[in-house]
């Protein structure tokens, strides 16, 4: 098993920027990913930013060039730097663990609201 406890949610105005972070704990020896995700009432859950085990990185068209993942291996926690932040990046942010084993997001932190006012 492996658990993931974000932080770094909040408000901020457009324009502006929030960190999230990610500590993982456990089994996390089998994660061959690390994803985030968001959701706003009524839509499904979209995925955001991954990173692979291999350093590759998929970052969603609507995020590209403003939002940046990394990680520091010493704290196992991800980060997700989130710059020029617009109202429509508003949500519930969660942070998700793909398994080697399953090729799927397994694992999920408990989301954290992000909300950016105009």
């Known amino acids: 098993q492996v658990q993931l406890v974000e932080s770094g949610g909040g408000l901020v105005q457009a324009g502006g920027s929030l960190r999230l972070s990610c500590a993982a704990s456990g089994r996390t020896f089998g994660i061959s990913a690390m994803g985030w995700f968001r959701q706003t009432p009524g839509k499904e859950r979209e995925l955001i930013v991954t990173r692979w085990s291999g350093g590759s990185t998929y970052y969603a068209d609507s995020v590209k060039g403003r939002f940046t993942i990394s990680r520091d291996n010493a704290k196992n926690t991800q980060y997700l730097q989130m710059n020029s932040l617009k109202p429509e990046d508003t949500a519930v942010y969660y942070c998700?663990?793909?398994?080697?084993?399953?090729?799927?997001?397994?694992?999920w932190g408990q989301g954290t609201q992000v909300t950016v006012s105009s």
């Open positions: 998700a663990a793909q398994s080697a084993s399953s090729g799927r997001y397994d694992f």
